[in-house]
């Protein structure tokens, strides 16, 4: 950690009025109402909530927008999403309807739409800080029971995931300009945290990469 960036993070904390969002914040809500708060999908059905907010839609629809807001480093996967509006019925959060399709009156699929709970339960996981998800980069449990003798296919598998990562940053590159819309806004900080990750992420490839290059060399 550079020097300045320590220096923010103590001159932050103690600078800073505290804010409404709180990692309590769920300890002092009711069990029933943060339920659907729970689990590694929380973030995508807090997501599908306020997709249903804006305007409802079948699972398809909902799945296309939600891979178009996120961006292309997500993997929404449409019968997960199914999965997740089901979640989000039974807790009373959503509700479907079989509608006729706009491109066969005859045939029907369900839609779905917010309740008088969903924009309540919208505003309480904008106001939670969820707690951080722990690391599971397969790269990494790989490189933690490594051999010396496996150090060419660790190498290979850096520079593939350095390259994988390199070509996401170039699809999430964040725009330059000013955003038009509060939506543009919030797309483009999107991108904006999605790349700086990946960018982080090639760093710490081409490092490990360096080192374990110096490494080999050093024991020949």
């Known amino acids: 950690m550079s ?3 320590d220096k923010r993070c103590h001159s932050d904390v103690l600078s800073e009025p505290p804010t409404r969002l709180r990692r309590g914040v769920m300890a002092s809500a009711s069990p029933e109402k943060t339920r659907w708060m729970r689990g590694p999908s929380t973030p995508l059905r807090g997501a599908l909530l306020g997709l ?3 305007r409802p839609g079948h699972g398809g629809d909902l799945a296309n927008r939600l891979a178009a807001r996120l961006g292309e480093t997500w993997r929404v996967d449409t019968n997960d999403v199914y999965r997740l509006l ?6 009373g959060l959503a509700v479907s309807r079989d509608e006729p399709k706009r491109s066969n009156q005859r045939r029907t699929h369900l ?3 917010p309740t008088e709970e969903t924009s309540e339960a919208l505003t309480l996981w ?3 800080l969820l707690p951080r998800e722990p690391v599971r980069l397969g790269l990494q449990a790989k490189l933690s029971v490594a051999r ?3 150090a060419p296919r ?3 598998a850096l520079r593939a995931y350095e390259r994988e ?3 996401l940053a170039h699809l999430v590159s964040p725009t330059d300009g000013h955003a038009r819309s509060w939506a543009a806004l919030c797309m483009d900080c999107t991108r904006d945290a999605v790349y700086a990750q990946l960018q982080t992420e090639v760093d710490w490839a081409t490092r490990t990469r360096r080192r374990i290059h110096e490494f080999l060399e050093r024991s020949l």
């Not at 089901?86 to 807790?91: A, D, I, P, R, V």
């Open 3 to 5: 020097e300045s960036f």
């Open 52 to 54: 249903l907010l804006e």
């Open 86 to 91: 089901e979640q989000l019925e039974k807790t």
């Open 111 to 113: 839609v779905y739409r």
């Open 126 to 128: 904008m106001e939670t």
């Open 148 to 150: 010396q003798q496996d």
């Open 154 to 156: 660790v190498l290979i």
């Open 165 to 167: 990562c390199l070509v």
